[in-house]
Nanobody, 123 residues
Framework: QVQLVESGGGLVQAGGSLRLSCGVS????????MGWFHQTPGKERDFVAV????????EYEDSVKGRFFISRDNAKNTVYLQMNDLKVEDTGVYYC????????????????WGQGTHVTVSS
């Protein structure tokens, strides 16, 4: 069973940076399509970024392009989301997700989810 544990959230001023981490257990991270999703109260989880398994191919939601970067450390079995130039609207809970089928992951129907980590961006 794949388990995901996020960390790295916190409070940051607008324009600042945070790096979220997602530790993966139960399967090699290189063999999973990995993604990050963002949720605010009363709304569904929205796609932020995905990273294809065994590949450097990435895709980002338009509002984070050029500011966020998803990466993978196979030795640590961990996926990261580097978030730069943070904006107030980036506030919310960030979830790590994984699946063996990219279409399921990118559409928010991944098999595996973490518990989420909170990010608050102040103005």
């Amino acid at each position: 069973q794949v388990q995901l544990v996020e960390s790295g959230g916190g409070l940051v001023q607008a324009g600042g940076s945070l790096r979220l981490s997602c530790g993966v257990s139960g399967r090699a991270v290189s063999r999973l399509h990995m993604g990050w999703f963002h949720q605010t109260p009363g709304k569904e989880r929205d796609f932020v970024a995905v990273l294809w398994s065994n590949s450097d191919e990435r895709e980002y939601e338009d509002s984070v392009k050029g500011r966020f970067f998803i990466s993978r450390d196979n030795a640590k079995n961990t996926v990261y989301l580097q978030m730069n130039d943070l904006k107030v609207e980036d506030t919310g809970v960030y979830y790590c997700a994984a699946d063996s089928v990219m279409s399921e992951l990118i559409n928010g129907r991944a098999n595996f989810w973490g518990q989420g980590t909170h990010v608050t961006v102040s103005s």
